[in-house]
């Protein structure tokens, strides 16, 4: 389907989580789905982390955008996107 968008996601140990949005979802929805990742240890997601892009650190997601209206596609995820999960340590 040309309006989804395949949001392929990178843990620090290069573990991939791989999962298609549709473009004009919330970027949002890609932070609560790793979100719930994170209850899995496993998955070595840590309880404050950030989605990043590989070569950018211009766009950084993290809770705040729980109040933001920017779609998948206005951020430029679509068709697809690769993004890295940056933990923050706990006691920072």
């Known amino acids: 389907q040309e309006s989804l968008s395949r ?3 990178k843990n620090s140990a290069g573990k991939k989580f791989q999962r298609n949005f549709h473009k004009d979802d919330s970027v949002y929805e890609i932070f609560k789905w790793i979100d719930s990742l994170a209850l899995d240890e496993n998955n070595l997601i840590s309880d404050k982390f950030s989605l990043r892009l590989p070569h ?3 766009v950084e ?3 705040s955008y729980a109040d933001e ?3 998948i596609s206005e951020i430029g995820f679509y068709p697809n ?3 890295l ?3 923050f340590d706990e006691d920072s």
């Open 69 to 71: 209206e920017i779609t």
């Open 61 to 63: 997601i993290d809770d």
């Open 81 to 83: 996107t690769l993004l």
């Open 56 to 58: 950018s650190k211009s």
């Open 7 to 9: 949001v392929c996601v």
């Open 85 to 87: 999960i940056n933990n």
